[in-house]
Each structure stands twice: as structure tokens, then as C-alpha cells.
């Protein structure tokens, strides 16, 4: 498997209040992506980076912050978290770009605001 | 198959049969693709992938088909075994980004 961890694993907190997640790697890629998982839905882009403070958006970013301070860093911080926020997170990582290679995922947050 | 915004569907085989499960993507410019297995908890593993300028791919007991013309990817396993069992979706990349199926649930029945 991929060195990809995630943490926490499980997280419940109350709506407002700010909420980050880690993905930590020991690959040495590139690339780190944010998804979120929700029954009915494929895997959706919040933010991806392409390098150490290197970040852009994706399709479901609003609501959403990201940062890369080191390379096998990255942060998902959720300013103040609504129940919509409710889902599972993904953090996956690549060596090149996506037209190029796979990406691998980490184990997953599952994230309830209540 | 799968569909963005759909039930998933499911599929139960029986050990030792062969599965197919179809994916329907939506891009033709679309140009690499990609085959993930989801177990109960875990996050996606990759099984195979499928770049546009190739029909078929063949790995250890999977095999996966791109039919460009009508926008569809299959993944085949072979000899399915329990361990199959699991969530199989796709995912095609467009503009350097990948878009993801809803997926399949594959039932092995011993």
C-alpha cells in the first residue's frame, strides 16, 4: 500500500465550529488531492496541490481550505464546518500529473457535524 | 452498469465465475482511465488502468475493454473469489482531473 495516512479516522463535531484534517505522506509525491465521498455520488475534487504551497481548486471547493507546508503534508481545514460537510474524506497522491499515472489513496475521515 | 447520481448497482456472482461490470463515461475527450476496487472502510485501490489510444488491457485476472466509440469501460475478473467482493468503480480523466463513478457492489457468492 501506498505510505498514506490519515487522521483522524472518525471525527463527530457540532455545526460552526472549525474542523482540519491531515494527510501525510512518505512517498515523496508530487501531487496530493482532497476528495469527499457521498452515497449517490462519485469521488469529487475539493482541492489538489502540485507542489509545497503549490494549491488550486476543485469542484466542490467552497467551504474549504487547504495548505502544503512540506512536501508530505497536506491540510484540509474546514473554517466552520455545516452539516452538508457531512461525508467521507479522501486524501490520495500521485508522482505526476492525472493525465499521467493513478492516484492512491489513504484510508479515509469519516467526518459527522452535527 | 454505473451512473453518476444513480442507486448503486449490485452484482452477485458466483465463486468462480467470471464478473463484468460496465462503466458509462461521459467525455470523449477523455484519455486515460482507470479501474478502482473499494472494500467496506478502506479507501480506493488501484486494479488496473487504460490509456484511449488502446482497446484492451489485460493485468493478473482482470481485464479491462474501452469502447471509445460508444463511451464505455468494462473491468472482467477472472475466476471471481470472495475477496472480489467489493465496490469496482471508474474514473476518466479529463483536462488533468479525474471525474469518478457512482460504482458497483460485487457480491461473491461462495
Known amino acids: 500500500d501506498a505510505g498514506i495516512t490519515q487522521s483522524p479516522r472518525h471525527k463527530v463535531t457540532e455545526t460552526g465550529t472549525p474542523v482540519t484534517l491531515r494527510c501525510h505522506q512518505t512517498?515523496?509525491?508530487?501531487?496530493m488531492y482532497w476528495y469527499r465521498q457521498d452515497p449517490g455520488h462519485g469521488l469529487r475534487l475539493i482541492h489538489y496541490?502540485?507542489?509545497?504551497?503549490?494549491?488550486d481548486k476543485g469542484e466542490v471547493s467552497d467551504g474549504y481550505s487547504v495548505s502544503r507546508s512540506k512536501t508530505e503534508d497536506f491540510l484540509l481545514t474546514l473554517e466552520s464546518a455545516t452539516s452538508s460537510q457531512t461525508s467521507v474524506y479522501f486524501c490520495?497522491?500521485?508522482?505526476?500529473?492525472?493525465?499521467?499515472?493513478?492516484?492512491?489513496f489513504g484510508d479515509g475521515t469519516r467526518l459527522s457535524i452535527l | 452498469g454505473e451512473s453518476v447520481g444513480l442507486h448503486l448497482p449490485t452484482l452477485s456472482v458466483q465463486e468462480g465465475d467470471n464478473s463484468i461490470i460496465n462503466c458509462a463515461y461521459s467525455?470523449?475527450?477523455?484519455?486515460?482511465f482507470i479501474w478502482y476496487k473499494q472494500e467496506s472502510g478502506k479507501g480506493p485501490q488501484f486494479i488496473i488502468d487504460?490509456?484511449?489510444?488502446?482497446d484492451k488491457r489485460q493485468g493478473q485476472r482482470v481485464t479491462v475493454l474501452l469502447n471509445k466509440t460508444v463511451k464505455h469501460l468494462s473491468l472482467q475478473i477472472a475466476a471471481t473469489q470472495p475477496g472480489d467482493s467489493a465496490v469496482y468503480f471508474c474514473?476518466?480523466?479529463?483536462?488533468?482531473?479525474?471525474?469518478f463513478g457512482t460504482g458497483t457492489s460485487l457480491t461473491v457468492i461462495p
Open positions: 467525455n470523449s475527450a477523455s484519455d486515460y
Open positions: 474514473a476518466e480523466n479529463t483536462g488533468n482531473q479525474f471525474y
Open positions: 487504460i490509456r484511449s489510444n488502446m
Open positions: 490520495a497522491i500521485s508522482d505526476n500529473q492525472p493525465s499521467n499515472q493513478p492516484q492512491h
Open positions: 496541490s502540485y507542489g509545497v504551497k503549490d494549491t
Open positions: 512517498e515523496n509525491h508530487r501531487y
